[in-house]
T-cell receptor
Framework: SQQGEEDPQALSIQEGENATMNCSYKTSINNLQWYRQNSGRGLVHLILIRSNEREKHSGRLRVTLDTSKKSSSLLITASRAADTASYFCATDRSNFNKFYFGSGTKLNVKP | NAGVTQTPKFQVLKTGQSMTLQCAQDMNHEYMSWYRQDPGMGLRLIHYSVGAGITDQGEVPNGYNVSRSTTEDFPLRLLSAAPSQTSVYFC?????????FGPGTRLTVT
């Protein structure tokens, strides 16, 4: 079964707006990562947040983690058409070698 | 660096046929893995390897075999293809927690 579930499944915004997507998971984790997948391509790693961290920034990306609610959010500020992609969260549990991906949020940024 | 490469890009198989999906990386990563991605779903881990000679099962290993004789290569074998194995297959290698993905192989089993 999927460890993570993203919400919303699809999101359509105008260029320049902020995009927020959420990830919920079921069991305790060590780390949570976000990946981007452009249509027809492999996934690209965006950012990692550890279970003892609450917030992390990287460029226009801001990730938060609430372990009490078993949820994370990814905020993309000042979105661009090039941000159009699917975004996935991935978690690992006690086994650092197994990663569980959510079903993804499909983001469409209109120019 | 070529990164992670996968061949073929596309493949059509008949039910019962066998084939090997190739994956290679030139980054000297010890960890490699195979995932499948079905429409509207995230990736599910099939098998992974933490180094040459060491492999283990992921979430959905049935119907697939792997071996790891070198650091660079991690082939995935479908023993007897079934329509349920129609999917896009991604290979990845990893350093730390960051995974590097190949471009994928789109497999259709008729």
């Amino acid at each position: 079964s999927q460890q993570g579930e993203e919400d919303p499944q699809a999101l359509s915004i105008q260029e320049g707006e902020n995009a927020t997507m959420n990830c919920s998971y079921k069991t305790s984790i060590n780390n949570l990562q976000w990946y981007r997948q452009n249509s027809g391509r492999g996934l690209v790693h965006l950012i990692l947040i550890r279970s003892n961290e609450r917030e992390k920034h990287s460029g226009r990306l801001r990730v938060t983690l609430d372990t009490s609610k078993k949820s994370s959010s990814l905020l993309i500020t000042a979105s661009r058409a090039a941000d159009t992609a699917s975004y996935f969260c991935a978690t690992d549990r006690s086994n650092f070698n197994k990663f569980y991906f959510g079903s993804g949020t499909k983001l469409n940024v209109k120019p | 660096n070529a990164g992670v490469t996968q061949t073929p890009k596309f493949q059509v198989l008949k039910t019962g046929q066998s084939m090997t999906l190739q994956c290679a990386q030139d980054m000297n990563h010890e960890y490699m893995s195979w995932y499948r991605q079905d429409p509207g779903m995230g990736l599910r881990l099939i098998h992974y390897s933490v180094g040459a000679g060491i492999t283990d099962q992921g979430e959905v290993p049935n119907g697939y075999n792997v071996s790891r004789s070198t650091t660079e290569d991690f082939p995935l074998r479908l023993l007897s293809a079934a329509p349920s194995q129609t999917s896009v297959y991604f290979c990845a290698s990893r350093v730390g927690y960051e995974q590097y993905f190949g471009p994928g192989t789109r497999l259709t089993v008729t």
